[in-house]
């Protein structure tokens, strides 16, 4: 029976699902059928893959030829099917040997000279080959996919002829190197450091608080004061990433199209959208739907500087994913779920004009600027720290040495181990049942914070977050139990909520 079967796997978000490539030759007038639910650049392979074999040379079959790609209800894109394809009809052809394909997967995309070119996508592709213990053949251009992955049996071809004679047991493809040594877990050095910003002291301690228990941060000050540079900082405070946490993250970035440099493999990312993002460049989606902004951060940092000028609804848009740490994207082809467990920097100004103090704006156009983000929106921030103007004579005085990035970063990584081993989650992500088991609070202090919360106006969901910023303000002091001055120091910033509290009493 003129018939052959070859392993591929396909996209499906950060997964990679196993395809069957079924090619059945048949007596008949010559023809090439592909069903399984291609899309066009799927369809499009059976020119490259004719083209391909013949001037490979090999023989071309001049019957009819039907490739199967199965599950069928399993959408298929990409030029990722072609080598699997070509494989295939020249197994069920006899010219390659069907009993070499077990145990092998085969991705790529061929030119029309027979060469194997690069794709996207693929490092999913090699995760689960790894995970199920297969060979993998891909394209010599995704071989720092491979190596990011590690895996031993993955092998790289070039051309289809390579492949036959890998298939023949005349020659060997070759793998990754054994012994990599270009990944290092230690943070590259940095440019740029926290000590390069001038005055902002208690900015600064907010973004320690922020990074020691991965906080949701808003900065909000007149232009100039230093929020973007504070807050683009905020990377070289954060421990690196865990071999696995790194490998998630170069995953998404590899669906979406990108390539995660060798050098920043364990640095976590930081994404800085501008204003003018659209819904789905946030969120993601598209026809094919691909990962946005807030799962390209996933690990890491967003940073939303002048996130007034964000559209209402693009800004509402994130209030779910922070909640779950997940993004789900639902369109007619797939249903597909992308991870966003990201840490939010967000920066604007207090004003449409800059500056509340001696402002050209009325206070019923600053209250109408302020309303572009919804209330629900700002409650998802921790901390809401004023960045006020330098005094004057700040700049031209005698600075003292200032903490660098790096003992900061230390502290930071002290604080989070104490988290982590107490109540295995960082500070930030602790339910309400793990704060009143592991919290540290006493009963006097939990009720004279909500008494606090009541005064300021503040929602249930205010409570446990100033609860939460307490318990990490408590563990940067190395103390096991929360008192009543690591709540007040929590109280202290929540500067939105007073220039909201404000300007209503200035009615």
Same mark, same amino acid.
């Given at each position: ?18 395809? *069957? ?36 040379? @090999?023989? /071309? ?93 993955? /092998? /790289? ?7 036959? #004679? ?98 920043? @493999? ?75 467990? @990201?840490?939010? *920097?967000?920066? +604007? ?73 107490? #109540? ?16 540290? @609070? ?44 690591? *709540? ?7 500067? +939105? ?11």
């Amino acid at each position: 029976m003129a018939i052959a079967c070859v392993t591929t796997r396909a996209s499906l978000g950060v997964e990679a699902p196993e395809v *069957i490539v079924e090619v059945h030759l048949s007596n008949g007038l010559p023809a090439f059928n592909l069903v399984g639910l291609p899309e066009t650049s799927v369809k499009e392979a059976k020119e490259r893959v004719r083209s391909a074999i013949i001037n490979a040379g @090999f023989e /071309f079959p001049q019957r009819r030829i039907t490739v199967n790609l199965a599950p069928a209800d399993l959408p298929k894109q990409g030029g990722r099917y072609d080598l699997p394809i070509a494989i295939g009809i020249l197994a069920a052809s006899k010219q390659i040997p069907v009993a070499m394909l077990k145990d092998h997967e085969f991705v790529g995309e061929l030119a029309l000279s027979g060469h194997i070119r690069q794709c996207q996508g693929l490092l999913p592709v090699i995760v689960f080959a790894r995970k199920h213990h297969k060979y993998l053949i891909l394209p010599l251009g995704n071989r720092s996919d491979a190596e990011l992955v590690g895996y031993h049996n993955s /092998f /790289f071809a070039t051309h289809l002829q390579g492949v036959s #004679a890998y298939l023949h047991g005349q020659q060997s493809l070759p793998s990754i190197a054994t012994g990599l040594e270009w990944i290092a877990s230690d943070a590259p050095p940095q440019s740029t450091c926290l000590s390069d910003v001038i005055g902002q002291y208690q900015a600064k301690r907010a973004l320690e608080i922020a990074a020691a228990g991965n906080h949701n941060l808003l900065f909000l000050g007149p232009p100039g004061t230093g929020k973007t540079m504070l807050a683009s900082r905020i990377i070289q405070l954060l421990p690196p990433l865990s071999y696995d946490e790194a490998l998630e993250v170069a995953a998404i970035h590899s669906v979406a199209g990108q390539t995660v440099p060798k050098a920043q @493999f364990y640095q976590r990312p930081f994404r800085s959208p501008h204003h003018t993002s659209s819904p789905i460049s946030l969120v993601g989606g598209g026809s094919h739907p691909k990962p946005g902004e807030i799962s390209l951060a996933h690990r890491g940092v967003l940073f939303l500087d002048e996130v007034a000028e964000f559209p209402r609804k693009v800004l509402d848009c994130l209030r779910e994913p922070m909640e779950t740490g997940e993004v789900v994207i639902s369109r007619a082809a797939a249903k597909l779920t992308f991870a966003s467990r @990201f840490q939010l *920097i967000a920066a +604007m100004n207090p004003s449409p004009c800059g500056d509340t103090a001696n402002a050209r704006a009325t206070q019923d156009q600053i209250q109408r600027y302020l309303s572009r983000l919804s209330g629900p929106f700002i409650d998802r921030f921790d901390l809401t720290i004023d960045v006020p103007r330098l005094p004057e004579g700040t700049l031209t005085q005698q600075q003292h040495a200032a903490e660098t990035s790096a003992t900061i970063a230390s502290r930071v990584k002290a604080a989070r181990e104490r988290q982590l081993s107490r #109540a295995g989650v960082l500070n930030a992500e602790l339910s309400g049942k793990q704060l009143t088991q592991t919290g540290g @609070f006493s009963q006097t202090d939990l009720e004279f914070l909500e008494q606090s919360v009541n005064k300021l106006g503040l929602s249930v969901r205010s409570y446990h977050r100033l609860q939460r910023v307490a318990r990490t303000i408590a563990d940067l002091a190395q103390s096991q139990t929360v008192d009543r001055s690591h *709540i007040a120091q929590a109280l202290g910033y929540r500067a +939105m909520d007073r220039l909201l509290n404000s300007l209503k009493n200035s009615y």
